[in-house]
Nanobody, 125 residues
Framework: QVQLVESGGGSVQAGGSLRLSCAAS????????MGWFRQAPGKAREWVAA???????TYADSVKGRFTVSQDNAKNTLYLQMNSLKPEDTAVYYC???????????????????WGQGTQATVSS
């Protein structure tokens, strides 16, 4: 069983930055990729970004160019650097881990099995 623990949330003004971290208890053979999701009050959880075991990344259009996902395999830690933050980025951010699924088009997505408990990020205008 893999446990994921997020940290780094907080409150910033619009235009500011936050870096979220997600520590995994272990990287097992069942983890090929990791990602970030977020859920704003009254809204459904949405996918934000993902990274696979070799460092390939994908992003939601809403954060592309502002957020960067990265990982430190030696530390079993996933990161999300969030720059140029907007009030609409306010949400609980969750990290997740799972298996990589490659589609016939060559694109890929992560099938998530493990989830963290979330960390709050609040952006004020």
């Amino acid at each position: 069983q893999v446990q994921l623990v997020e940290s780094g949330g907080g409150s910033v003004q619009a235009g500011g930055s936050l870096r979220l971290s997600c520590a995994a208890s272990a990287y097992t053979a069942s983890i090929h990729c990791m990602g970030w999701f977020r859920q704003a009050p009254g809204k459904a959880r949405e996918w934000v970004a993902a990274i696979d075991s070799v460092g390939s990344t994908t992003y939601a259009d809403s954060v592309k160019g502002r957020f960067t996902v990265s990982q430190d395999n030696a530390k079993n830690t996933l990161y999300l650097q969030m720059n140029s933050l907007k009030p609409e980025d306010t949400a609980v951010y969750y990290c997740a881990a799972g298996v990589k699924i490659i589609e016939s088009t060559g694109s890929w997505y992560c099938g998530y099995t493990y989830w963290g408990q979330g960390t709050q990020a609040t952006v004020s205008s």
